[in-house]
C-alpha cells in the first residue's frame, strides 16, 4: 500500500473512531494496539493489516468499505448509512446512495 493510501486510510479510521466515541487508547486496547500505535496508523505512519482493519470496522461498527473505497471516490463517514446504531432499510440506503452520486459527480466537477 502507497504512503497516501494509508493516510487516507488513516484519516478514516480517525473519522470513523472520533465519531464512535473512542479516545486511541480505548481502540488500541480493544484491537491490541498501543495509543501511540493507533496514532501512527491515523497519521498514516504505519502499514495495517487487512485483518486489523476488519478488528476496526467491527469495534467501531462500521462497514470495512468505508475505510477501504477508492481513494478517487468521495467518501462520507459511516453515518450515512448508521441512525443511532440502526441499519437503515434498503429503500433508504438506495436513496442515500442516489444522492451520494449526485454529490460524488458534483464534487469531481469542481
Given amino acids: 500500500m502507497n504512503d497516501e493510501k494509508q493516510k487516507i486510510i488513516g484519516r478514516r479510521v480517525r473519522a470513523a473512531r472520533e465519531e464512535a466515541g473512542f479516545s486511541q487508547e480505548q481502540l488500541g486496547s480493544k484491537i491490541g494496539?498501543?495509543?501511540?500505535?493507533?496514532s501512527h496508523l491515523?497519521?498514516?505512519n504505519r502499514k495495517i493489516k487487512l485483518e486489523d482493519l476488519q478488528k476496526i470496522a467491527e469495534v467501531l461498527k462500521i462497514e470495512i468499505n468505508y475505510l477501504l473505497?477508492?481513494?478517487t471516490k468521495f467518501?462520507?463517514?459511516t453515518t450515512f448509512y448508521r441512525r443511532g446504531g440502526e441499519d437503515i432499510n434498503d429503500e433508504q440506503k438506495?436513496?442515500?446512495d442516489k444522492a451520494l452520486k449526485g454529490l460524488d459527480e458534483l464534487i469531481k466537477k469542481l
Avoid: K, L
Fill in 33 to 38: 494496539y498501543s495509543a501511540m500505535g493507533i
Fill in 69 to 71: 473505497e477508492p481513494i
Fill in 94 to 96: 438506495i436513496a442515500e
Fill in 42 to 44: 491515523e497519521n498514516g
Fill in 75 to 77: 467518501s462520507f463517514p
